[in-house]
């Protein structure tokens, strides 16, 4: 969209959150509600944004740079909110998106649409009609379908309460104008705040076009306490599942499915119930992820099968065909083509060399309670069962260790480590204990 920029209102409190984290950085699908807002402006084409935050909120600056922050130090209202982000603004004559960071499910296809009407009209309002208009702002909306103003519920009549189309908070506006009008709104009103929304009844006196773009209310959902964060989160889910499984992967029980904004799954993936993908996770094609796995800032090869309850930890990097039985955990770690780590294992600061064998019960040592220590698996190695490998440590390729070592000494190509102490057996010696103490235990 030619020359339009956004400005987001962020700088609320949300007490009704119960929280000491600002109330657009609670995160849903894994992201920060704002940056929800963030992204589909700019997939909307907007070419710069700025964020009006608190004085108190220095997580939130970080979390939308490399975003502008413009901070309004009292929170006298919406309209002194969007003055906050003037000078940010300076010398932007274009259309100027308003959006709240607590109303993240606006779709890029809405700001698209208002940004289109900003082209012909000096001020757009993004209306709704919900179920329940409860206590959100009324437009009054003339015969001929321009908007004369937008009245607060708090300052509203019976008459325009009884109107059904609502303000949702988004506008669009002329930015040649749109600080000029706030500069003249008054907090002459019943919740003596500057009203963004009295932009409407100025511009209309000053003769200039307002009109309103209808949305769906499911979109214009407002985050303001858990119950609806919950509520927001669901509908995000639903979204993503529904965008998996037209992308070509299989979803047994869709509704058990978490996904995170930035999930990648190929074709021919399927996932059994109850999966729970993090940040960053990629997943590649023909993949089967078994219930109960849970996956974080992971690389999923193709042909990999993993699960049930296979957990990939942040840098986790499957190469194809491997494979992650039940009760496994790996954490920064590279599985090369065609290893098998399946059952009870945990694998963290490693690479397993391609067609290794990790036996049942193995565990990189990794940490000595101070610093991390890599291990080193050669290509088709064998490690046997329940063998610990105290890192720093490398096993060569083709190298096997013998089951229920504890391997600290590096093991070169071929070699067998073996640390388990001779078996010795005592002929008949089992038989006789066992005369001995049923004899003892009958005598009682
Ligand atoms: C606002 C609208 C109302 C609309 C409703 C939709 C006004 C006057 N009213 O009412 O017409 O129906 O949203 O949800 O605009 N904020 C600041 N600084 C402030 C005040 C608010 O940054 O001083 C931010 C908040 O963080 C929030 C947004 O602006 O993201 C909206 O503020 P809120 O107080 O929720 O407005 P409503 O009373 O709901
Ligand atoms: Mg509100």
New binding site residues.
């Given amino acids: 969209m030619p020359n339009s920029a956004a400005i987001i209102?962020?700088?609320?409190l949300?007490t009704r959150m119960k929280s000491t984290l600002p109330?657009?950085m609670h995160p849903l699908a894994g992201r920060p509600m704002v940056n929800h807002v963030i992204a589909n402006l700019q997939n909307a084409g907007i070419s710069q944004l700025v964020c009006?935050v608190?004085p108190d909120m220095p997580g939130l600056e970080k979390t939308v740079a490399p975003h502008k922050t413009a901070i309004?130090a009292?929170?006298?209202?919406?309209?002194?909110?969007v003055l906050a982000a003037k000078e940010a603004m300076a010398g932007f004559n274009g259309s100027i998106l308003i959006a709240?960071?607590?109303?993240p499910l606006i779709s890029e296809h809405t700001f698209k649409k208002m940004l289109e009407a900003g082209q012909s009209s000096d001020v757009v309002v993004l209306g709704f009609r919900p179920a329940d208009p409860a206590?959100?702002?009324r437009l009054v909306v003339e015969d001929d379908g321009a908007l004369s103003a937008?009245v607060?519920?708090k300052d509203a009549t019976e008459d325009q309460r009884a109107i059904n189309l609502?303000?949702?908070?988004v506008m669009c506006v002329n930015g040649a104008k749109l600080f000029g009008l706030l500069e003249r709104i008054t907090n002459d009103n019943a919740?003596g705040?500057y009203?963004?929304?009295d932009i409407v009844a100025l511009a209309r006196k000053d003769g200039l076009e307002c009109r309103v773009v209808e949305g769906d209310e499911e979109e214009?959902l407002?985050v303001?306490s858990r119950v609806e964060l919950a509520r927001a989160e669901t509908i995000v889910q639903n979204q993503l599942r529904h965008q998996a499984m037209i992308n070509g992967a299989t979803l047994l029980d869709p509704s058990t499915t978490y996904f995170s904004f930035d999930t990648q799954l190929g074709k021919d993936v399927l996932v059994e119930p109850n999966v729970f993908f993090g940040p960053r996770v990629t997943v590649g094609d023909n993949v089967h992820i078994k219930a109960f796995s849970h996956l974080e800032d992971a690389t999923v090869g193709n042909e990999v099968v993993m699960g049930p309850y296979a957990r990939l930890r942040p840098g986790t990097d499957l190469k194809d065909k491997v494979k992650v039985g039940n009760f496994v955990e790996i954490k920064k770690a590279l599985i090369e083509e065609g290893a098998k780590v399946n059952h009870l294992t945990y694998i963290g600061d490693a690479r397993v060399g391609p067609n290794a064998n990790i036996g049942a019960g193995t565990i990189t040592c990794n940490y000595d309670g101070y610093f991390k220590y890599h291990t080193d698996i050669g290509a088709d190695a064998f490690i046997g069962s329940n063998t610990a490998l105290v890192a720093p440590v490398k096993v060569g390729d083709g190298a096997n260790i013998g089951a229920g070592s504890v391997i600290s000494k590096d093991v070169n190509n071929g070699d067998l480590g073996l640390t388990r102490s001779p078996q010795k057996n005592f002929k008949g010696w089992a038989s006789k204990f066992r005369a001995r103490k049923a004899q003892a235990k009958n005598k009682k």
């Fill in positions: 209102l962020a700088a609320g949300g109330k657009v009006v608190g309004q009292d929170r006298l209202g919406t309209g002194h909110a709240f960071g607590d109303t206590a959100y702002g937008i607060e519920y609502c303000n949702s908070g919740a705040e009203y963004l929304t214009l407002g303001n």
